[in-house]
C-alpha cells in the first residue's frame, strides 16, 4: 500500500500562496490537495480555477483536486486545463458519475469519487474498476480544523476488502480531521493517502509534521 500526505491547501496562507506552496514542494508530501468549495453543494466558498494557477506554478507535485460542487461534469475538463493531476468528485453532487470520469479520464488526468460521510461504500461498488481513487470523509465536507469521525474506519476497512478482493489498483484517501495522532491507525486500516489541513499549516514546523505523519 502506498503512504501518502497530501496537504491541504485550504488552510495555507491564501496571502502568501506562492510561499506556502513551495514550502510544501521542498517537504516530503508527495500530492498537493486543492479543495474547490461552491457554496451549493457545502456552505462554504473556497476558490476556482485562477487559484490553481500560482499553485501549479509553484510546483511540479502531483495535484489532488477535490471538488466540493454541484455538477462536476460541467466543470471537470478545466481543472485538468488548469494543471490537476486527478480530478474528485462528489458521488451525491451528480447523477452523471460515469460521464464526469470519462470527462477527467479523455482529458488526461485520474479520477476519483468522494463520499460524505453519511453515504455507504457500497454505492460505489459498481464504478470501482473505472476509477483510481476513492476519497473517504472523516468529516463532513465544507471547513477545515474540524474533528475525525470514527465512523470513517469501518468505511476504510470495507472499502480496503472492496478493492483488494477485486485487485483493483484504486487507491483509497481519507480527508478530515487527520493529524500525527491518527495517521497510523489510518494507514493501518487501509488508507493509502491522507489528507491534512490544519494538522500541517497549524503546525510550528509544518516540515517536520509531515515528516512525522510520514513515520508513524
Ligand atoms: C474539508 C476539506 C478538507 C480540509 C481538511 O471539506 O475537504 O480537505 O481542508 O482540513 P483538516 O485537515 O484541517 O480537517
Ligand atoms: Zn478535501
Same mark, same amino acid.
Given at each position: 500500500?502506498?503512504?501518502?500526505?497530501?496537504?491541504?491547501?485550504?488552510?495555507? %496562507?491564501?496571502?502568501?500562496?506562492?510561499?506556502?506552496? &513551495?514550502?510544501?514542494?521542498?517537504?516530503?508530501? !508527495?500530492?498537493?490537495?486543492?479543495?474547490?468549495?461552491?457554496?451549493? +453543494?457545502?456552505?462554504?466558498?473556497?476558490?476556482? +480555477?485562477?487559484?490553481?494557477?500560482?499553485?501549479?506554478?509553484?510546483?511540479?507535485?502531483?495535484? %489532488?483536486?477535490?471538488?466540493?460542487?454541484?455538477?462536476?461534469?460541467?466543470?471537470?475538463? &478545466?481543472?485538468?486545463?488548469?494543471?490537476?493531476?486527478?480530478?474528485?468528485?462528489?458521488?451525491?453532487?451528480?447523477?452523471?458519475? &460515469?460521464?464526469?470520469?470519462?470527462?477527467?479520464?479523455?482529458?488526461?488526468?485520474?479520477?476519483?469519487?468522494?463520499?460524505?460521510?453519511?453515504?455507504?461504500?457500497?454505492?460505489?461498488?459498481?464504478?470501482?474498476?473505472?476509477? %483510481?481513487?476513492?476519497?473517504?470523509?472523516?468529516?463532513?465536507?465544507?471547513?477545515?480544523? !474540524?474533528?475525525?469521525?470514527?465512523?470513517?474506519? %469501518?468505511?476504510?476497512? &470495507?472499502?480496503?476488502?472492496?478493492?483488494?478482493?477485486?485487485?483493483?489498483?484504486?487507491?483509497?484517501?481519507?480527508?478530515?480531521?487527520?493529524?500525527?495522532?491518527?495517521?497510523?491507525?489510518?494507514?493501518?486500516?487501509?488508507?493509502?493517502?491522507?489528507?491534512?489541513?490544519?494538522?500541517? +499549516?497549524?503546525?510550528?514546523?509544518?516540515?517536520?509534521?509531515?515528516?512525522?505523519?510520514?513515520?508513524?
Amino acid at each position: 500500500m502506498a503512504r501518502i500526505i497530501a496537504p491541504s491547501m485550504l488552510s495555507a %496562507d491564501f496571502g502568501h500562496l506562492d510561499r506556502d506552496t &513551495r514550502m510544501i514542494d521542498k517537504s516530503a508530501a !508527495q500530492w498537493v490537495h486543492i479543495d474547490v468549495m461552491d457554496g451549493v +453543494f457545502v456552505t462554504n466558498i473556497s476558490f476556482g +480555477f485562477p487559484v490553481m494557477k500560482p499553485i501549479r506554478n509553484a510546483t511540479s507535485k502531483f495535484l %489532488d483536486v477535490h471538488l466540493m460542487i454541484v455538477e462536476p461534469e460541467k466543470y471537470a475538463r &478545466r481543472f485538468v486545463e488548469a494543471g490537476a493531476d486527478s480530478v474528485t468528485f462528489h458521488y451525491e453532487a451528480t447523477n452523471a458519475a &460515469r460521464h464526469c470520469i470519462d470527462e477527467i479520464h479523455a482529458a488526461g488526468a485520474k479520477a476519483g469519487i468522494s463520499i460524505k460521510p453519511a453515504t455507504s461504500v457500497e454505492v460505489l461498488r459498481d464504478l470501482l474498476p473505472s476509477l %483510481d481513487l476513492v476519497l473517504v470523509m472523516s468529516v463532513e465536507p465544507g471547513y477545515g480544523g !474540524q474533528k475525525f469521525m470514527d465512523s470513517a474506519l %469501518d468505511k476504510i476497512a &470495507r472499502l480496503r476488502r472492496m478493492i483488494d478482493e477485486a485487485g483493483l489498483p484504486t487507491l483509497i484517501e481519507v480527508d478530515g480531521g487527520i493529524s500525527v495522532h491518527n495517521a497510523r491507525l489510518l494507514f493501518d486500516t487501509g488508507a493509502d493517502v491522507l489528507v491534512a489541513g490544519n494538522a500541517i +499549516f497549524g503546525a510550528a514546523d509544518p516540515k517536520a509534521e509531515i515528516d512525522r505523519m510520514l513515520a508513524v
